[in-house]
Nanobody
Framework: ALLVESGGGSVQPGGSLRLACTYS????????MGWYRQAPGKQRELVAM???????NYADSAWGRFTISRENDKNTMYLQLNNLKPEDTAVYYC?????????WGEGTQVTVST
């Protein structure tokens, strides 16, 4: 698989998780990467994005709580999730756009509940 996510799980409100996405080809540094999520019954939405130079962009819901980063020497992108809320419950997907095509990982489940 081109993209493989890991790090999801179940936490209580206020908890933290760190998601990772590993890219399997050698041109990782050439691409903007992103994290999306999809909750049951809702459309997939952007959470955060990071360019090849490290410039980041966040959805309003993620500002101040989530941090996107990348380690180019490990071909890996991360999403640190802090102060999680029940409304953050979703499947989180890693994304890369190569030319005009979007590629997705299989997703990792994040569940926030008491």
């Amino acid at each position: 698989a081109l993209l493989v996510e890991s790090g999801g799980g179940s936490v209580q409100p206020g908890g933290s998780l760190r998601l990772a996405c590993t890219y399997s080809k050698s041109d990782f540094t050439s691409h903007r990467m992103g994290w999306y999520r999809q909750a049951p019954g809702k459309q997939r939405e952007l959470v955060a994005m990071i360019t090849s130079e490290g410039t980041t962009n966040y959805a309003d819901s993620a500002w101040g709580r989530f941090t996107i980063s990348r380690e180019n020497d490990k071909n890996t992108m991360y999403l640190q999730l802090n102060n999680l809320k029940p409304e953050d419950t979703a499947v989180y997907y890693c994304n890369v756009r190569i030319e005009i095509f979007d590629y997705w990982g299989e997703g990792t489940q994040v569940t926030v509940s008491t």
